[in-house]
């Protein structure tokens, strides 16, 4: 065999495999967006729904199957009703049922428990409880991610001692911290960290 066809032939099966991977690589499935779990999508509806002005003094419910989301518990108005529905209108979330009931004395029942040191769940409200829940806030607050924050409380109020990424992220902390129930006074302790 010559030396030129030997290359030639040596070429060509280096050709048949460039192609062929090539092909291979043409033929494999693209990569698809994770589709987020159930317990992702509750996690992420009950912690905006947790955190909005409008309606994070109501006991509301959040179930999710298959990526559809269902709402249940009770609000004062048909505008708050309407707010958690959309609240629960998350990427990943295909449909939402809104079945949340609205009674116009909810509001005093949720103010007559809070008077008693109730939760809207009918948890005591203890210093133990405010803490675990401020901290529960933080996490799930992009805001505040990197940054470091303990939370202290004694009789109801709450020391925010670290350090947060920016202003929004200590002005947010104190907020969450703020509209924690429960919660008579926030000290903010806070500063920005450089890093």
Known sequence: MSRSRSISRTLGLALVVVVGSASLAMAAPQASPQTPSDKFLKDRIEYRLETSPVVDMYDLKVKVELGAAWLTGTVATAAQKEEAGRIAKIDGVKSVANDIAIDTNVDRTLAEKTKAGISKTGEAITDVWITSKVKWFFVGEDLLKGADINVHTTDHVVTLQ???????????????????????RVVNQLTISTN
């Open 162 to 184: 670290g350090t947060v990424r920016s202003i929004d992220g200590r002005t947010r902390a104190v907020a969450l911290a703020t509209r924690t129930g429960g919660v008579h």
